[in-house]
């Protein structure tokens, strides 16, 4: 075998040595095994669905969301969405034949488990919609013509690149506005 062949060779298992650490980096924060063993539970009930994770994202989407967010989970936030206590918002993806459907999820603690609150309903998507933990503040709607201001974290589901539906709590429930940066 020649130099320039065995250099090749070693570039390439170095770069398929590179990918999977990386891979392996990015999907392990997308583990619920670090979640409270409450929620860990919770979630073993939705046995068809799984966490959105890196892999679950277009290519396209994953560079992005690893440029952008690398040691972030695209489909866990944690924060203070409903009250003093931390709470987590999980986004869940399943194919059924060719469809993809993605659902939402806040789970608020309660006295022995946790309370899951439903983010609006499964939908089909054609591209799987990331998590985004925003501050509390003063958002916009698209066109400008409703604000809101939250004294509590938000949390933005949003197609990288494109739209966002942004989460808030008020008056005991979820409200959402198709939000605009």
């Known amino acids: 075998m020649n130099t320039s062949m065995r250099r090749f060779l070693t570039q390439m ?3 398929i040595c590179l990918l999977f650490m990386y891979s392996c980096v ?13 929620l860990q539970r919770k979630l073993a009930e939705y046995k068809e669905w799984k966490m959105v ?25 944690e924060g203070r969405f409903i009250d003093e206590q931390p709470s987590f918002v999980i ?17 608020r603690p309660g006295d022995v488990t946790y309370e ?11 591209i799987v919609h990331v998590l985004i933990k925003l501050p509390p503040g ?14 509590r974290d938000v949390v ?22 198709n939000y605009s940066e």
């Open 156 to 177: 933005a589901l949003t197609q990288i690149n494109a739209h966002s539906t942004l989460y808030y709590w008020r008056n005991g429930e979820f409200h959402s506005l």
């Open 116 to 126: 899951p609150i439903p983010l609006g309903v499964p939908s089909e998507v054609a």
């Open 26 to 38: 990015a999907l392990g924060q997308c583990s619920s095994s670090h979640l409270p063993e409450q």
């Open 13 to 15: 298992a170095y770069g």
């Open 138 to 151: 003063k958002y916009m709607n698209f066109e400008r013509d409703v604000t809101i201001r939250t004294l």
């Open 53 to 77: 994770d890196v892999g679950s994202l277009t290519r396209d989407d994953q560079r992005t969301w690893q440029n952008e967010h690398p040691k972030e989970c695209p489909g866990l936030t």
């Open 91 to 107: 986004a869940l993806v399943r194919r059924s034949g060719n469809k993809l459907f993605q659902q939402v999820l806040a789970f």
